[in-house]
């Protein structure tokens, strides 16, 4: 199993742009979360899934849109970019809702200019 | 809101030495604990967890203690190798979401050859 990926592993953006930020888990893991990480600060959560079209929000949505069509896929979209928005984003997957044993993605280092 | 945080950001020990990283966290009605390990450049993984019902648990290599009383976590590594370099983080459950969680901050850990 490849687990979690997550694509790009960088990306630089302008402000206004908008991009896809895509994650994929190959364990059928029903729930899947996009978390950013920022210095000094804990992961905090953007949008959830409890399975395939459903999803949530998280603590920080704003700005943020996501989609579930399919048990594997989870993009997370920027729509129109801010520098507030640059960040280290995280995917995570975990079998069920109530599973607690998250599996992290390798991560994307987004940066808005 | 409740809080999850870190006594210390860094710690630097020995080769071979013991190492103990704590966690304190406010919400005295959580239940479950997880320690987390965050390579530089990589997504956080999994290392232990602990349900409130436990004072100890042990894994290869670490333990985690809880002390309820004083809402305390604890990770101690035994015989601490250069790959355990990481930032190290606690996190604990939202209440009633689910897979959400608080995170701390973490301690970044340096082992010294």
């Known amino acids: 199993n490849a687990g979690v990926t997550q694509t790009p592993k960088f990306q630089v953006l302008k402000t206004g742009q908008s991009m896809t930020l895509q994650c994929a888990q190959d364990m059928n893991h029903e729930y899947m979360s996009w978390y950013r990480q920022d210095p000094g600060m804990g992961l905090r959560l953007i949008h959830y899934s409890v399975g395939a079209g459903i999803t949530d929000q998280g603590e920080v949505p704003n700005g943020y849109n996501v989609s579930r069509s399919t048990t594997e896929d989870f993009p997370l979209r920027l729509l129109s970019a801010a520098p507030s928005q640059t960040s280290v984003y995280f995917c995570a997957s975990s079998y069920s809702w109530g599973s607690y044993e998250q599996y992290f993605g390798p991560g994307t280092r987004l940066t808005v200019t | 809101g409740e809080s999850v945080g870190l006594h210390l950001p860094t710690l630097s020990v020995q080769e071979g030495d013991n190492s103990i990283i704590n966690c304190a966290y406010s919400n005295s009605a959580s239940d479950y604990f997880i320690w987390y390990k965050q390579e530089s450049g990589k997504g956080p993984q999994f290392i232990i967890d602990?349900?409130?019902?436990?004072d100890k648990r042990q894994g290869q290599r670490v333990t985690v203690l809880l002390n309820k009383t004083v809402k305390h976590l604890s990770l101690q590594i035994a015989a601490t190798q250069p790959g355990d370099s990481a930032v190290y983080f606690c996190?604990?459950?939202?209440?009633?979401?689910?897979?959400?969680?608080?995170f701390g901050t973490g301690t970044s850990l340096t082992v010294i050859p």
């Open positions: 602990i349900r409130s019902n436990m």
């Open positions: 996190a604990e459950p939202t209440p009633n979401t689910g897979n959400q969680f608080y």
